[in-house]
């Protein structure tokens, strides 16, 4: 909390915080919290964009499967970059998390928003009727989604 507020302007791999958790992780491969809170320092307070990509990219070929990881690493990736090819591995590890929509609701609209942006909308109306039909009938999503359906020429199944 006491480290450099700073933003880093370049897009160089060269500012200290960076090179202070790549060293890290060199020295320690296993350390995962020096991927998951430096990528967020770094994304975040720092704005080293570049930097933060590095630390999620090792991190997530160390840890694959780490909700967290995925989770932070694919906001990142989507916000941050507007990299919606690296944004999509991340979402779609999350999307493989058993109840996955109790914990995060808005995984398929985030989902089905990368598809429109990288390949044809009937991929994000297949991801947004799955996430329709998996909602229980009184949530307050549904209807946002039933919405999201038909704007992309999506059908409602009936009940």
């Not at 933003?7 to 960076?18: G, I, V």
């Not at 307070?45 to 967290?68: C, H, M, N, R, T």
């Not at 808005?106 to 991929?123: F, N």
């Amino acid at each position: 909390m006491e480290s450099d507020l700073d933003h880093y302007a370049s897009r160089d791999l060269n500012s200290w915080l960076f090179l202070r958790f790549k060293t890290i992780v060199n020295l320690d491969p296993n350390f995962y919290e020096a991927y998951l809170y430096g990528g967020q320092y770094l994304s975040i307070i720092k704005d080293d964009i570049e930097g933060a990509s590095v630390l999620y990219q090792e991190g997530l070929k160390k840890y694959p499967d780490d909700y967290w990881l995925n989770y932070h690493a694919g906001y990142h990736f989507l916000y941050e970059m507007k990299d919606f090819k690296r944004a999509k591995i991340s979402y779609t590890r999350l999307s493989k998390f058993p109840n996955i929509l109790s914990r995060f609701p808005l995984l398929p609209k985030i989902l089905a928003r990368i598809e429109d942006e990288t390949s044809e909308s009937s991929e994000a109306v297949t991801i947004l009727l799955k996430a329709y039909k998996d909602l229980p009938e009184d949530h307050p999503l549904k209807s946002a989604y039933e919405k999201a359906i038909k704007k992309r020429g999506g059908k409602i199944p009936p009940p």
